[in-house]
């Protein structure tokens, strides 16, 4: 099924029209990845620096999408490591890392994000395709990327952070709802009122339909 989705750049998420297939990130245990964890239990610093390495990416990515700008973001992405370090010996090692320190993440930025009151508006990547080509492209992208902007400032919180974990990261529905914390339902709902916003949203730039 065709849909909005969003799209991970380096400039950070982005929105483009894709056919999404749900692609689930869990999976089974990684033994190497546990034998860090457990080391990193034992208070082996080197080894939580592995998966800090492993993990920076997705963690800061995941923070941008609830706040507004790279620089906090950085800082959300901080907070989670460290409340991932001092909370190892909470960790069921018998489950996958990345949920429970997504979960973490997740909470750390939006935690930054009452704190200082941020309005999230998504950056968009500069090579947002436009489908419709003509003598004013680049205005009508420009107009295209501030209305996906304020789009995704209107969503709800959870839908923002559903959205973006489903379409940017790749997460299947119940590892949203594991990291998240609610019934997969929950997840599939919130994806589905986000991605209808945001169509909605996009309809006037691109002659769709509601």
């Not at 849909?3 to 692609?23: D, F, H, K, N, Y």
């Not at 941008?64 to 069921?92: H, K, P």
């Amino acid at each position: 099924m065709t849909a909005i989705a969003l799209t991970s750049t380096a400039a950070g998420p982005g929105i483009e029209l894709v056919a999404r297939q749900e692609q689930p990130i869990t999976g089974t245990l990684d033994p190497a990845e546990g034998g860090l964890v457990a080391a990193a239990k034992d208070g082996d610093q080197d080894a939580f620096g592995t998966l800090v390495d492993r993990y920076s990416g997705v963690v800061r990515r995941v923070a941008r999408s609830i706040l507004e700008n790279g620089f906090d973001a950085d800082d959300a992405a901080q907070d989670a490591f460290l409340l991932a370090w001092r909370n190892l010996d909470r960790f069921d090692t018998r489950r996958p890392f990345r949920p429970w320190l997504m979960r973490i993440t997740v909470n750390a930025a939006t935690d930054l994000y009452r704190r200082r009151k941020v309005r999230h508006a998504g950056a968009l990547p500069e090579t947002l395709e436009d489908q419709a080509a003509g003598p004013d492209r680049e205005t009508d992208r420009s107009l295209l990327r501030q209305r996906l902007s304020e789009a995704l400032s209107e969503l709800s919180e959870r839908q923002r952070v559903a959205v973006t974990m489903f379409d940017a990261e790749g997460y299947s529905h119940a590892d949203i709802a594991e990291i998240m914390d609610v019934p997969v339902g929950t997840v599939r709902s919130l994806v589905f009122h986000a991605r209808r916003a945001l169509r909605k949203a996009l309809a006037p730039y691109r002659g769709g339909s509601t």
